[in-house]
């Protein structure tokens, strides 16, 4: 069965840098395209980045934009993001997402998340 587990997350200083993975298993990794979304406490699901089956194409959320940095391993099964210039925030999960095409569209299965905290 599809599964994704997130990991890296942890508490980090604004400033700081942090990197999260999410480990891909029970479909073929290399031909969907992949998403992160990140949920703060008592607020709704943020659309974070966007990258496309092959790895050449990405998209990311203004608020990220040019600090956070979407990729993927095609041959590890894995994505990343790795969060630069992290600004103060409360606790937040985030979530990996699959998507049901090679570019876009909804996603189909979620990992079950992992909290990041920037605060000093």
Do not use: H
């Amino acid at each position: 069965q599809v599964q994704l587990v997130e990991s890296g997350g942890g508490l980090v200083q604004p400033g700081g840098s942090l990197r999260l993975s999410c480990a891909a298993s029970g479909f073929t990794f290399s031909s969907y395209a992949m998403s992160w979304v990140r949920q703060a406490p008592g607020k709704g699901l943020e659309w974070v980045s966007d990258i496309n089956s092959g790895g050449g194409s990405t998209d990311y959320a203004d608020s990220v934009k040019g600090r956070f940095t979407i990729s993927r391993d095609n041959a590890k099964n894995t994505l990343y993001l790795q969060m630069n210039s992290q600004k103060p925030a409360g606790p937040a999960v985030y979530y990996c997402a699959k998507c049901r095409r090679k570019w876009g569209g909804e996603y189909d299965y979620w990992g079950q998340g992992t909290q990041v905290t920037v605060s000093s």
